[in-house]
């Protein structure tokens, strides 16, 4: 009876060697994947942090341009009107230029007439003062002779000297209309520098606009290529996850067919040092048993500490707890067991069927005796009790989870416990 149990439990463990792989790949794989996940989320929030700045930067970027190009429109609209002005002040000097031109023409056109009048007068032998004063018979006729002849030389010089100031005058307000006109220019020229001025800074600001509108796309590609990846992340943790639970119910179901020997074989080493004793007792709505032996299942440590501090679990410390069992509190398969060396210690994690998970830590050393991928039975002992790791007496740890390898997922056990 005991040699064939023997040897079902060596196909066992060969089978679950097998099996194992495979669930601690499901199982480890889904922690990797998660942080991985959690990476990428991290990233994402860094980024969507940088988009922030970039749109910032850009929205006040593009308010400047705005800002410039109505400046721009504003100077645009003085050179207009500057323009329009110098184009009136152009007109008005070409017909100032006309007047002076006619005003020239007919100072020109009557001193030429003046001097052949003298001339004709000189000619004639009347009117020259010389000839008046030969040809006069008297004084009275010398005297209006030299009148006569003054009285045109001066009426010619009269007119002469009207035309003179008239032309001074034309050009005066010629030259008023070009000086008038060189300030517009100076002020058109002024305005133009400007306006380029600040062009170019709004050609500069929307290159930048430009460039920003650029980040901010590679930031977003960034984003949805993180954002993909984890989408694709979920969908490999789903796959592992239903992998896992193929395996767990192909495993459980090869388990059941020789759990009476293998219970029956491990019962019977009873409290031997190896340790494999199995604990029974009430059984909670939950479907978990205690996970101490009777006499120990006071709960010393709730789940915060005296201090208020969040502990996350319960501890079992009742004196002379250390050496004693720790039994599975369900069904379920391993997917931690490992030494810490602080922390936890000697911990276990046991995946249940329920989908809750559980934690015992600080066992002794040497005592753990399942390892990943085994299935464990409710009440099956997985390791004693001890105070390894970051513990000051001898007590269990033991915790709830709704999702393994996370702190966050911490239930209180005692929702749970008988
Ligand atoms: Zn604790």
Redesign the pocket.
Do not use: G, R
């Given at each position: 009876m005991k040699k064939i149990g023997l040897k079902i439990l060596g196909i066992l463990v060969s089978l679950i060697v097998l099996l194992q792989s495979t669930i601690v790949f499901a199982a480890a794989d889904t922690s990797a994947l998660e942080s991985e996940q959690n990476k990428n989320k991290e990233q994402i929030n860094d980024l969507n942090d940088q988009k922030d700045q970039v749109q910032e930067e850009k929205s006040n970027t593009q308010e400047e341009v705005n800002d410039l190009s109505a400046q721009i429109s504003d100077y645009q609209a003085q050179i207009n009107d500057l323009d329009s002005k110098i184009d009136d002040l152009n007109n008005q000097i070409e017909e100032s230029q006309k007047k002076l031109d006619e005003a020239q023409a007919k100072y020109n056109e009557n001193k030429k007439l003046a001097e052949e009048r003298l001339v004709v007068m000189q000619e004639s032998g009347d009117t020259t003062y010389l000839d008046l004063i030969l040809s006069s018979d008297s004084i009275t006729d010398l005297i209006s002779g030299y009148y006569l002849a003054s009285e045109l030389a001066e009426a010619d010089t009269e007119l002469l000297n009207n035309l003179e100031s008239e032309r001074q005058e034309v050009e005066k307000a010629k030259q008023d209309l070009e000086s008038k006109k060189k300030e517009l220019d100076t002020s058109k020229a002024s305005k133009q520098s400007i306006t380029t001025q600040l062009q170019a800074a709004k050609n500069e600001k929307t290159q930048r606009v430009a460039e920003l509108t650029e980040d901010e796309q590679k930031i977003q590609e960034q984003i949805d290529e993180l954002d993909e990846a984890n989408k694709a992340i979920d969908a490999k943790i789903q796959a592992a996850i239903q992998a896992a639970k193929a395996k767990q119910q192909s495993n459980t179901s090869n388990k059941n067919s020789t759990s009476n020997s293998n219970s029956s074989g491990n019962s019977s080493s009873g409290t031997s040092s190896s340790g494999t004793s199995s604990a029974s007792g009430s059984v909670s709505s939950s479907g978990f048993i205690y996970p101490v032996p009777a006499g120990y299942q006071k709960i010393t440590?709730g789940m915060y500490y005296s201090s208020g501090a969040y502990?996350g679990?319960v501890?079992f410390g009742t004196g002379g707890i250390n050496g004693k069992p720790i039994y599975a509190v369900a069904d379920g398969t391993v997917i931690v067991s490992e030494r810490l060396s602080g922390s936890y210690g000697n911990y276990i994690i046991i995946m249940h069927d329920n989908g809750l998970f559980t934690l015992y830590a600080h066992g002794q050393d040497g005592s753990r005796t399942v390892q990943v991928g085994d299935r464990v039975k409710q009440g099956q002992q997985i390791m004693r009790v001890g105070t390894t790791g970051n513990s000051t007496g001898p007590h269990l740890?033991f915790e709830v989870r709704t999702s393994p390898g996370k702190y966050s997922n911490r239930v209180n056990p005692k929702n749970y416990l008988p």
């Open positions: 440590t502990h679990a501890d740890h």
